[in-house]
């Protein structure tokens, strides 16, 4: 008997700049993200499980065009998923290059992991 493969959905509908999704070793799959902001926004991936303070460098760093949805899966992430080797935090910044946290309610997050 073939065993499944169980993952876990985060959900972030505007609560939070940024949250830890996972507190140890994991892989995301994919993620879903809508900017309500009249701005660009980066929705960003940290290996971390903690919060983030406001220095650091994502993983991965992805653009959100203002009123923008965006959905990301294996193309990016490949059927096995990005690796985090400490925890998985998200951030939603207004910069790409390091964590500035933009405003929580402008926008939602969905994170599909394990």
């Known amino acids: 008997m073939v065993k499944e493969p169980v ?32 701005a660009t926004r980066y929705i960003q991936l940290h290996n971390l499980a903690a919060a983030l303070s406001g220095t650091e460098v994502p993983v991965i760093s992805i653009p959100i065009g203002a009123d923008e949805n965006i959905i990301i899966g294996t193309e990016k992430f490949t059927q096995w998923g990005l690796k985090f080797s400490v925890g998985i935090t998200f951030g939603f910044s207004t910069t790409k290059d390091t964590y500035t946290a933009g405003t929580a309610g402008e926008h939602s997050t969905e994170i599909i992991y394990r």
Do not use: M, P, W, Y
């Not at 993952?7 to 900017?35: E, P």
């Open 7 to 38: 993952f876990t959905i985060f959900n972030d509908r505007g609560a939070n700049a940024s949250a830890t999704v996972k507190a140890s070793v994991g892989r995301v799959f994919s993620l879903q993200c809508h900017n309500e902001n009249a």
